[in-house]
């Protein structure tokens, strides 16, 4: 099954949410290597798997888009630390140096549904479809109307200008 937005589409090839999933599954997506789903595995090797399959279908995502997508899916309740750690390259010449942190799926990534998997952001944050995409309208949420308080220079005889505009401004 095609996991697509219903409006629009992905310019990846397949969807970051999806590959975290299948690989946590053990399920080895798009010719990854296969993990124990009950051990999991560090965020880098998740993304470098990612990364290399991207490469494959050539394509190609950013280390800190990676981390920030990942974040949400711990947000969300999808991920979460496995118990496992390793030490990691950095700590030979820095010892105070992070350990690599093992991430597994929970219940809840392990039920997630293709249309949730689809767009974790909008499942994290619980927008309607209309809301998330600004493809239908220029912006996701009503406008508020601005009126502005102008203030012009104090006059010579003391007191200023200052009036409120009958007319909205938007800041763009």
Known sequence: MEIRPRIGGFFRPFGTTWFIIEFLKGNGPQDSKEIDPDIGSPMTDIHSEYK???HRALYKMRYSSFTRYFGHLKRIGWVIKSGMTEPSTIQDDYPQAPSRVFYRLTVAGWKATPEEIADPIQTLYQYSREQRSAKRSRYAR???RLFLLYVSLPRRGGGCNCFLTQ?????L
């Open 142 to 144: 009503p406008l508020a």
């Open 52 to 54: 290399s399959a991207l």
């Open 167 to 171: 007319t909205p401004f938007l800041f």
